[in-house]
Protein backbone atom coordinates (compact mmCIF):
# COMPACT_ATOMS: atom_id res chain seq x y z
CA UNK A 1 0.00 0.00 0.00
CA UNK A 2 1.36 3.38 -0.84
CA UNK A 3 0.29 6.37 0.93
CA UNK A 4 0.25 9.75 -0.61
CA UNK A 5 0.31 12.92 0.89
CA UNK A 6 -0.10 16.63 -0.96
CA UNK A 7 0.46 20.31 -0.46
CA UNK A 8 0.99 23.35 -1.96
CA UNK A 9 -2.35 24.15 -2.83
CA UNK A 10 -4.03 27.67 -2.30
CA UNK A 11 -5.24 30.75 -4.17
CA UNK A 12 -3.36 32.86 -6.67
CA UNK A 13 -4.64 35.52 -9.20
CA UNK A 14 -4.37 35.14 -13.02
CA UNK A 15 -0.58 34.76 -14.21
CA UNK A 16 0.60 33.60 -11.19
CA UNK A 17 2.30 30.40 -9.93
CA UNK A 18 1.81 27.87 -7.51
CA UNK A 19 3.95 24.52 -7.07
CA UNK A 20 2.69 21.61 -5.83
CA UNK A 21 4.40 18.85 -4.31
CA UNK A 22 3.72 14.66 -3.41
CA UNK A 23 5.21 12.71 -0.93
CA UNK A 24 4.92 8.91 -1.27
CA UNK A 25 5.53 6.35 1.68
CA UNK A 26 7.21 4.16 -0.93
CA UNK A 27 8.66 4.91 -4.61
CA UNK A 28 6.46 3.90 -7.32
CA UNK A 29 7.47 3.45 -11.21
CA UNK A 30 5.01 6.05 -11.99
CA UNK A 31 3.56 9.35 -10.10
CA UNK A 32 1.31 12.10 -11.43
CA UNK A 33 -1.49 14.57 -11.07
CA UNK A 34 -4.93 14.76 -12.28
CA UNK A 35 -7.54 17.43 -11.56
CA UNK A 36 -11.04 17.64 -11.15
CA UNK A 37 -13.25 21.04 -11.55
CA UNK A 38 -16.70 21.66 -10.17
CA UNK A 39 -19.06 19.79 -12.94
CA UNK A 40 -16.61 18.39 -15.10
CA UNK A 41 -14.68 14.88 -15.42
CA UNK A 42 -11.33 14.29 -14.28
CA UNK A 43 -8.52 15.10 -16.47
CA UNK A 44 -5.01 14.27 -16.30
CA UNK A 45 -2.21 17.01 -15.59
CA UNK A 46 1.06 15.77 -16.12
CA UNK A 47 2.55 12.25 -14.90
CA UNK A 48 6.06 11.04 -14.62
CA UNK A 49 8.08 7.75 -14.60
CA UNK A 50 10.60 6.67 -12.89
CA UNK A 51 13.25 7.28 -15.79
CA UNK A 52 12.13 10.60 -16.17
CA UNK A 53 9.08 9.96 -19.29
CA UNK A 54 6.83 12.65 -19.04
CA UNK A 55 3.59 13.38 -20.61
CA UNK A 56 1.21 16.16 -19.77
CA UNK A 57 -2.12 17.26 -20.36
CA UNK A 58 -2.78 19.36 -23.53
CA UNK A 59 -4.09 22.32 -21.46
CA UNK A 60 -1.08 22.77 -19.18
CA UNK A 61 1.56 21.86 -21.91
CA UNK A 62 3.89 24.89 -21.79
CA UNK A 63 2.85 26.13 -18.57
CA UNK A 64 2.88 23.56 -15.89
CA UNK A 65 6.24 21.19 -15.33
CA UNK A 66 6.30 17.78 -13.57
CA UNK A 67 9.56 16.26 -11.50
CA UNK A 68 10.49 14.08 -8.86
CA UNK A 69 13.24 14.24 -6.80
CA UNK A 70 14.45 12.19 -3.24
CA UNK A 71 15.60 8.81 -5.06
CA UNK A 72 11.74 9.37 -7.06
CA UNK A 73 8.95 9.46 -3.55
CA UNK A 74 8.52 13.03 -3.49
CA UNK A 75 7.06 14.76 -7.07
CA UNK A 76 6.40 18.28 -7.48
CA UNK A 77 4.42 19.84 -9.66
CA UNK A 78 5.55 23.68 -10.66
CA UNK A 79 2.23 25.57 -12.43
CA UNK A 80 3.07 28.86 -13.98
CA UNK A 81 0.92 31.49 -16.06
CA UNK A 82 -2.07 29.81 -13.99
CA UNK A 83 -5.15 30.81 -15.62
CA UNK A 84 -9.09 30.80 -14.29
CA UNK A 85 -9.54 27.36 -15.97
CA UNK A 86 -6.51 25.91 -13.83
CA UNK A 87 -9.24 26.09 -10.70
CA UNK A 88 -9.93 22.65 -9.45
CA UNK A 89 -9.22 19.74 -6.92
CA UNK A 90 -5.71 18.53 -7.74
CA UNK A 91 -4.85 15.02 -6.94
CA UNK A 92 -1.69 13.05 -6.76
CA UNK A 93 -1.94 9.62 -7.98
CA UNK A 94 0.65 6.58 -8.53
CA UNK A 95 1.00 3.61 -9.89
CA UNK A 96 3.61 0.59 -10.67
CA UNK A 97 2.93 0.99 -14.29
CA UNK A 98 3.84 4.03 -16.10
CA UNK A 99 1.24 3.51 -18.90
CA UNK A 100 -1.70 3.03 -16.67
CA UNK A 101 -1.24 6.21 -15.18
CA UNK A 102 -0.81 7.94 -18.23
CA UNK A 103 -4.04 6.30 -19.27
CA UNK A 104 -5.86 8.10 -16.12
CA UNK A 105 -5.77 4.59 -14.15
CA UNK A 106 -3.94 5.10 -10.56
CA UNK A 107 -3.81 2.19 -8.04
CA UNK A 108 -3.36 5.04 -5.27
CA UNK A 109 -4.63 8.64 -4.77
CA UNK A 110 -3.80 11.20 -2.34
CA UNK A 111 -6.53 12.69 -0.70
CA UNK A 112 -5.98 16.02 -3.05
CA UNK A 113 -5.56 19.98 -2.70
CA UNK A 114 -7.52 22.83 -4.17
CA UNK A 115 -5.72 25.72 -6.64
CA UNK A 116 -8.08 28.56 -7.18
CA UNK A 117 -6.98 30.78 -10.01
CA UNK A 118 -8.99 34.15 -9.55
CA UNK A 119 -9.42 36.54 -12.52
Known amino acids: QVQLMESGGGSVQAGGSLRLSCVAS?????MGWFRQAAGKKREKVAV???????SYGDSVKGRFTISTENFKNTMSLQMDNLVPDDTAMYYC????????????????WGQGTQVTVSS
Open 93 to 108: AADPLYRELEAGRATY
Open 26 to 30: HATAA
Open 48 to 54: ISMAGTT
